[in-house]
Every structure is written in C-alpha cells, then in structure tokens.
C-alpha cells in the first residue's frame, strides 16, 4: 500500500449498507428457489439448476434496474441520497450474481459438450441475421464483461488514476450493459414459454428507468435556463463569474483578481463559501494561501486570524478585514466586486456536501 492510497475504511454507514443488501438477496433468492415453485402449474418440475440458473439471473437483472433508477431518484427527493452514497458496493454486488447466473448456464448447457464449454457458448448459435433465434447468448457475454470492468475500476484509486473525467465516461457504459441485458432477456428468456409475471417485470423495468430519466431530464433542463438567467441578470448588475465550486479545495481558497489588481480570497469550507479581501491587515500577507481552522482563517506569513464570515480577529484582537458578497449559482460562483466595510458581517453561501 503507498503513502498515496490508504485501504477502504468501513464505517457504519457502509456495513449497514452492504447487510441490507446481502439481506435483500439472499431474501430473493430463498423465496424464488424454495418458495415460488410451490406455487407453479406446470406438469413436471423445473429442474433445480434451472431455477437457480434463472433466480441468479432475474436477481441481477432487478438490482442493475435499482441501480439506474438510484440516481434520478435521488434528484427528485433528497431522501434517497443514502443509497446513492454507496451505488459502487451496489454495482460490485451486481456483477458477482450475473457471474453465478453466467456461471450456472455454463454448466447446464455446456458442461457435457465434446467442445470446450465457451468454444460452445460462442459457436453453437451464429444465426444473426434472423431477428428469432438471435444468439441473445452474445449480448449476455456483453453485459457481464462491462459489468465486470465497471467493478473492477470501483475503487477511487482508478478514479484518481483515470481522471474524473475517463472515469465517469467509463462508467456510463452501465447503460449499454443494461440495453444489452434488455436485449438478452427479449430475445433469449421470452422467446420461450409465456411467462406473464417476468414479461410485465422487464416492461415496468424498461418504463421505470427510461421514464424516470426523461422526468429528470426535463426537470433539470428547467433548472439550468433558470440558473442561466439568474447568473445572467447578476452579471448585467456588475457581479463578476469567479469560477465553479469544484476548482475550490475543501478548507481552502480560489484568489480572484479584480480590475485595479485587487485581490479576493473565496474560501471553501464546512460546506460553506466566504470571500475576503486577500490582503492580511497586519502586514499584506496573503490569506488565500493560509489554512481554515474554526472557521478562521490563518495568514501563513504572521499567524494572524479572521472570521471568514465576518472578516473580524477573535477577540481580544481588534482588527478587520473586508468582506465580500457571493452567490452560487449552480455550480457557479458569482462575487460582488463592491468590497464592503471592513468587519462587515456576510452570511456564508451554503452548498451542502459536508462528509
């Protein structure tokens, strides 16, 4: 382990997470494979590999339909930010079952085959020119490879690797693997004997996350024309665009040059934004460049402190800084360039996202 990466730290929030979902599973799977065939009309029993075969594969099925409905979920009401938080433990989980469903069809179907089993998986089928009969066996293999990748890359050492930017692009290929498992399930499990319950279960899959993303789409669309004119409207009254939030690191500072070279620090702390003049009070020393604690900030040159809400030192000391107005729109931050008096009180900006 280098000094760059530190091991997964399970909290409880992460634990609770993880036991509800192996919970939910293996709840699922129990009731599928030893409860539901009670239930069944038919003249001969579904053989047991068959009917795990199936329960593996219906499971992973349903936890890759929750997990892209996770996210505009959580857009839509805030409460379902929790299980947002840990949608990669989700994700990871997924692609174990679809690896035991692959895994049983394997033995099923071609573990007696004269040919290798996977030579027999890609060649016992190749008529891709007929839409009935299709080899669904291909988007199946498709599915569990990105699946697979998208596991494996998880962890935030590839996220800092990769960069945010490969890495979230990467990631979104969770649609494709999902459109790939629609089209497996279409053309492979109800192309066989009708099956009422599972066809209405994939219809309400595909209407549930096709549906709930156009929802957010729309309702997202609103909003950036809404932000667009509101930072449109402030700049025309002289605000000035500063920059986006994510360019600022927790704890510390974005200076922002303004015309006569005056110089505002716009700290980023406790979910919280302030600006101050970057100018120390005691001898100009640069307060971007010090570091947050208690909501002060410290200059590196002589380690004098300042309420960043306030620009005021703790008391008994007696000096003052001034201080500047902000607003966040959207991601992006937008700062009054009218310096007020020096000790005057502003409210943070509040953008959430405390850990």
């Keep these: 382990m280098s000094v760059q990466y530190m091991p997964v730290i399970w909290n409880r929030n992460k634990i609770v997470y993880d036991a509800v979902l192996l919970i939910a599973v293996a709840l699922y799977l129990f009731l599928y494979i030893r409860v539901a065939p009670a239930f069944e009309d038919v003249t001969r029993p579904i053989d047991g590999a068959i009917l795990r075969m ?3 594969g219906s499971c992973a099925f349903l936890m890759l339909t929750v997990i892209l409905c996770i996210g505009p979920l959580a857009r839509l009401d805030r409460r379902f930010l929790p299980l947002l938080y840990n ?9 174990g079952i679809a690896a035991v469903h692959a895994n049983y069809v394997l033995g099923w179907y071609f573990n007696f085959s004269p ?7 890609l060649s016992s089928n190749t008529n891709y020119g007929q839409l009935l009969g299709f080899p669904f066996e291909a988007f199946g293999i498709a599915a569990l490879i990105i699946l697979f990748v998208l596991a494996a890359t998880s962890h935030d050492f590839w996220l800092s690797f990769l960069g945010a930017p490969i ?15 629609v089209l497996h399930v279409a053309l492979g499990a109800l192309q066989g ?7 209405a279960i994939v219809a309400a899959s595909v209407v549930a996350v096709s549906g709930l993303h156009f929802v957010t789409g729309r309702m997202e669309a609103r909003r950036d024309r809404g932000e667009r004119t509101a930072q449109a409207s402030l700049e025309e009254q002289g605000w000035v665009v500063a920059g986006d939030l994510d360019e600022i690191d927790d704890t510390c500072a974005k200076v922002v040059t303004l015309s006569g070279d005056e110089r505002v620090a716009i700290f980023k702390y406790d979910g919280k934004l302030s600006a101050i003049t970057n100018v120390c009070a005691h001898q100009n020393g640069p307060l971007g460049e010090g570091k947050v604690l208690w909501g ?3 200059c590196p040159w002589h380690g004098y402190q300042y309420n960043l809400a306030d620009g005021r030192a703790p008391a008994p000391f007696t000096e003052k800084i001034a201080t500047y107005r902000l607003k966040l729109i959207g991601s992006t931050i937008l700062l009054d360039p009218n310096a007020l008096p020096p000790g005057t009180h502003v409210d943070p900006v509040e953008f959430g996202g405390v850990a």
Excluded: N
């Design 54 to 56: 199936r329960a593996f």
């Design 87 to 95: 949608r990669r433990h989700f994700g990871v989980m997924t692609a």
């Design 115 to 121: 040919t290798d089993r996977y030579v027999a998986l």
């Design 167 to 181: 890495w979230k692009a990467l990631h979104m290929f969770i649609y494709a693997a999902y459109a790939f498992v």
């Design 193 to 199: 004997p009708g099956d009422p319950i599972f066809t």
């Design 296 to 298: 002060c900030i410290t």
